[in-house]
């Protein structure tokens, strides 16, 4: 089992940068299919990116994609998140994930919630116009 721990949220202007971290503990993190998922109060919590255990492939939503890139070193067993051009419609609380699973045609980056097997806490992004 995997404990996952998210820190690098704040307070940013519109049109900033912040760089998420997913520290993983307690088995290696080269394991898991990554993912990272955002939850407004009120709204379901929705994918935002994912990468395979190598890092070789990645999956973004497209409310995303061109402004977040989704990184992973396994020897440090964290996985990244680094946010430019941040909207205020990017506030959320960020969720690190992972998936256990290991598929027949190689990792499948999923964007569905149950897919994946353990969770953070969170940590909250406030984006300021």
């Known amino acids: 089992q995997v404990q996952l721990v998210e820190s690098g949220g704040g307070l940013v202007q519109a049109g900033g940068s912040l760089r998420l971290s997913c520290a993983a503990s307690?088995?290696?993190?080269?394991?898991?299919?990554m993912g990272w998922f955002r939850q407004v109060p009120g709204k379901e919590r929705e994918f935002v990116a994912a990468?395979?255990?190598?890092?070789?492939?990645?999956n973004y939503a497209d409310s995303v994609k061109g402004r977040f890139t989704i990184s992973r070193d396994n020897a440090k067993n964290t996985v990244f998140l680094q946010m430019n051009s941040l909207k205020p419609e990017d506030t959320a609380v960020y969720y690190c994930?992972?998936?256990?699973?290991?598929?027949?045609?190689?990792?499948?980056?999923?964007?569905?919630?149950?897919?994946?097997?353990?969770w953070g806490q969170g940590t909250q992004v406030t984006v300021s116009s």
């Open positions: 990468i395979s255990r190598g890092g070789g492939r990645t």
């Open positions: 307690g088995r290696a993190l080269s394991s898991y299919i």
């Open positions: 994930a992972a998936d256990q699973h290991y598929y027949s045609d190689g990792d499948y980056l999923s964007r569905q919630l149950n897919v994946y097997d353990y």
